[in-house]
Structures are given as C-alpha cells and as structure tokens.
C-alpha cells in the first residue's frame, strides 16, 4: 500500500474560493466565527463551526450542532457553491505570508501508515477533542481539515511541486490576515504516479500541526472496518486529508510563557536564584532569544537576558533538549514549583505571533508577574522526538502560517 495517494476532493467551485475560504476551525472563538461569518453566507465556518448558525449559548458539541453542519454542508453543494472533482489528484498548495512563502501538495495519506508510525507523532491527543473530530467526520461523511505534514529532505519532490505550480493557479484566495493561498491540480497520469513513487520513498512524515484530526480519522477507519469487513484497504476511510510540506519550508514561531506569580520570591531573589544556572544580564530592550538555550525574562517592567550553562544546554535526550523543557526542568518546576503544564492554573502561553509586545502588556496589566521569551523549536528537533517516538511537551510549537479550511476537503465514499 502506497504511503499517499490522490483524492477527488470537494473544493469551491470556479470564482467561490474567496467566498468560502475559512481560518481553522481550532484558532477562532465561536464568538469570532460568528462575526467573521455574519455577512459570508457561504463562508465554510458554516461547516467548521456549525454552532454559529445555533441560538446563542448553543452547546457546539451536540448531536444539533454536527446535523447543522451536515445541513449547511448539504446547502452548499446543492447551491453549486462546492463541487466534487471528477477525478483524483494530488493538488500544489502554496502559503504566502509575507516574505515567506511554502509550497507543498495535498494528498490522502495512508491511515495503515498512521498506525504503523510511518505518519510520525510528537504529542498526546485529548480524548474530547478526538471525540468532537469524530462526530464532525461521521455527521458530515468527509474530512474538511487538512493535517498539515512535514516530509524530510527529498529535493525531486520540491522540484516537481515548484514546476506543476507554474502560471495562475487554479484557486487562488486569501483569508482576513493577507496570508494568500492558491492552488494547483495535478491531474496528468505520469505526473501523479511520480509524486506517488517518489513519496514511497520517504521513510516517514511528520504531523506537525492535527494530532487530533489525524487520530480521530484513524478511529472513524476502525469503526467502518469493522462494519464492512469485506472491504480492502483502497476505501476512501482508510485515508486521511494531509497537506504535505518539505520540512525546511515549514515556519515555527516561538510559543512563550507567563506566570501569575514567583512562588512568594521577590524579583531580587528570584534573579539570584537563576544566577545558579544561568548567566543573567540586564537588557535595555526587549529580548528575543537568537540560539537555543538563551531566554528572555521580563518583571518588574524590566528585561533580561539569561543563557542557561552549556553543560545544562546540551541534553541527549531529543525532548528534554527542547527550550521549552529546559525552561521547565530548571525554572518553571524547581524555582516556581510548575511542573505539569497542562494543569497548572499558574501559567499561561503566548504564541509568537503576538509578539514580545503582549508579554510585557500582560505583565505590566498585574494580571502576569514574569514572562519569558523562547527560541522556537526547530523541525529537526520536532523530528527527532517523532523518531525517538517521544512527546513534546504541551505549547511547544506554534506554525505559521495556518492552512486554510474550505479549500479542500476529502470526501468518505
């Protein structure tokens, strides 16, 4: 069995990209859903966030919610607002945010690869949220959320997906942020059997960002399994949605930490007690850490610069070498008595993408009384706890830019 292969997605019809493309359904509040959507009738959060078309309060997790996006998603094909292809491809998606731009191919990725590790994962899944992507799945037949995957170096790949990406894309839209997102159908046979051999090849991808969509395909390709036992693995369960990129393209921003308090210390003490392990300087600006094992620290409206000892830097391990466990081994947990990430109400985390700014608003507001600043995760080392079949710790990456819904989306025949 190939480790990809194309699909017959379900994507806007000509000239309705811009009236359907959606941020993930993850990143937006219903309450933001709902304003973003107000005015867009055919916007896809009508299907990614079905509670917005509910009375207010509405519970976004009941049996009423996934049949309003089954009915919203019904309306649309009828409506001619998405169209089914009449063929499988493999489609090139390219993200334009800026300076940076990344150009990758949608495929449908073997969910026998997923649970042989060839699909490789670096965190744990919660159980409600795997549950949500299920209903979401049944009630709707199709995966509308890609996975976003990285696939190692294979500069043959890059190549093709940069030539069938030559000239006006075939839908091209961009979401209320600027990021720009067009893409290219792979349609011609010779084509397609190549990308397909080629990610043979590969000796696993990576999730990088839909831990829970990918688990929860997974789960929804047992459950029809063992309703139709005669089926082989060619059905279109057994696959799942994914948006593969070469991993150097992908961009992680560093996702920070605040704290609410210093565990009864004063600043003072505090500073001295990171002198033990750190060489702790005062910075007259803010500090964004250029290498790994370097933080920055803002209180009492002031920054430092801390270096953790190189001897405590290098760590064997591939997750305790990450910043955001080296933070927690020798600050959040001895110092500050912070030590499970997922619980503790004492800690809060700011992705990159609000900048330095928002650490220091959150502090000076009195609500947050330190923050610090993180070198992101690199995908080489989000690859070698994947490898070493390890978990990151929770907020440890943060991608930008995101996928967009609604572009498309992967119908269980």
Same mark, same amino acid.
């Given at each position: 069995m190939s480790l990809v292969r194309p699909l017959a997605a379900l994507?806007?019809?000509?000239?309705?990209?811009? #009236?359907v493309i959606a941020p993930p359904y993850d990143v937006v509040t219903t309450d933001e859903a709902r304003m973003r959507a107000a005015a867009r009738p055919w916007s896809f959060l009508h299907i990614s966030?079905?509670?917005?078309?509910?009375?207010?309060?509405? #519970?976004?997790?009941?049996p009423s919610a996934y049949a309003k996006a089954a009915e919203n998603l019904g309306r649309m094909l009828h409506s001619g607002i998405l169209v089914r292809d009449a063929a499988p491809a493999y489609y090139v998606y390219r993200v334009a945010s800026g300076d940076h731009v990344q150009t990758g191919v949608v495929t449908a990725t073997s969910i026998g690869a997923y649970e042989a590790n060839r699909v490789r994962k670096h965190?744990?899944?919660?159980?409600?949220?795997?549950? #949500?992507?299920?209903?979401?799945?049944?009630?709707l037949n199709a995966q509308t959320g890609p996975v976003l995957v990285a696939y190692p170096r294979a500069p043959e790949i890059d190549a093709l997906l940069a030539d069938a990406a030559r000239g006006a894309p075939d839908t091209d839209a961009s979401l209320e942020d600027g990021v720009r997102h067009s893409i290219w159908p792979i349609r011609d046979a010779a084509r397609i059997a190549r990308v397909t051999a080629l990610f043979d090849d590969i000796p696993a991808l990576y999730i990088a960002d839909g831990h829970h969509r990918s688990a929860a395909a997974a789960r929804v390709a047992a459950a029809r399994r063992a309703?139709?036992?005669?089926?082989?693995?060619?059905?279109?369960?057994?696959?799942? $949605?994914?948006?593969?990129f070469p991993h150097h393209e992908l961009r992680i921003l560093d996702y920070n930490r605040v704290v609410r308090d210093l565990a009864g210390m004063s600043l003072e003490t505090f500073l001295s007690r990171l002198g033990e392990k750190f060489t702790v300087a005062?910075?007259?600006?803010?500090?964004?850490?250029?290498?790994?094992g370097e933080f920055g620290l803002y209180a009492g409206g002031r920054w430092h610069? $801390?270096?953790?000892?190189?001897?405590?830097?290098?760590?064997?391990?591939?997750?305790?070498? $990450?910043?955001?466990?080296?933070?927690? @081994?020798?600050?959040?947990?001895?110092?500050?008595?912070?030590? @499970?990430?997922?619980?503790d109400a004492r800690i809060d985390f700011v992705g990159g993408g609000r900048g330095l700014a928002e650490l220091e608003r959150r502090v000076d507001s009195g609500a947050m009384a330190a923050a610090f600043s993180l070198y992101p995760t690199r995908m080489e080392? $989000?690859?070698?706890?994947?490898?070493a079949d390890e978990v990151m710790p929770p907020k440890s990456t943060w991608f930008d830019p995101k996928l967009a819904d609604g572009l498309v989306s992967h119908v269980l025949d």
């Open positions: 994507r806007p019809a000509p000239g309705r990209a811009a #009236d966030k079905p509670e917005i078309d509910l009375p207010a309060g509405a #519970d976004s997790h009941s965190e744990h899944t919660r159980p409600d949220k795997e549950d #949500d992507r299920v209903r979401h799945m049944q009630a309703a139709h036992a005669h089926r082989t693995g060619d059905a279109s369960y057994e696959w799942f $949605l994914t948006v593969a005062a910075s007259g600006a803010a500090v964004r850490p250029a290498r790994h610069r $801390l270096a953790l000892r190189t001897d405590l830097a290098e760590v064997a391990d591939p997750a305790r070498h $990450l910043d955001v466990s080296l933070l927690t @081994d020798h600050v959040l947990a001895p110092l500050l008595g912070i030590g @499970d990430l997922r619980t080392d $989000l690859m070698a706890v994947a490898d």
